[in-house]
């Protein structure tokens, strides 16, 4: 069992920037890859990024390719998403969710065992 935490959220302008974090607790973070995704009223729930058990690899949607990275710190048990250039088109509640079971697709949400409860991040033009 995994419990996650998102923080940093908030309002920003179009072209800022905003970090928002994920907790996890328990002692097997390093095990679970740990994925954001994002959702906007009304709409399905998408993939942001990914990244691997130990961070060498990272996964990113089209649409916030070379704005966004994700790192984390498995010391911290925290993954991170700093997000740059933001635009409105980004507005939405931000997951992060862990994968332990490494049995689907990295894109999928069905993919993710656990979930966190969520952030919202607001992108003002």
């Known amino acids: 069992q995994v419990q996650l935490v998102e923080s940093g959220g908030g309002l920003v302008q179009a072209g800022g920037s905003l970090r928002l974090s994920c907790a996890a607790s328990g002692r097997t973070f390093s095990s679970y890859a740990m994925g954001w995704f994002r959702q906007a009223p009304g709409k399905e729930r998408e993939f942001v990024a990914r990244?691997?058990?130990?961070?060498?690899?990272?996964y990113y949607a089209d649409s916030v390719k070379g704005r966004f990275t994700i790192s984390r710190d498995n010391a911290k048990n925290t993954v991170y998403l700093q997000m740059n250039t933001l635009k409105p088109e980004d507005t939405a509640v931000y997951y992060c969710?862990?994968?332990?079971?490494?049995?689907?697709?990295?894109?999928?949400?069905?993919?993710?065992?656990?979930w966190g409860q969520g952030t919202q991040v607001t992108v003002s033009s």
């Open positions: 969710a862990a994968d332990q079971l490494y049995s689907g697709s990295a894109y999928d949400v069905k993919t993710y065992e656990y």
């Open positions: 990244i691997s058990r130990g961070g060498g690899a990272t």
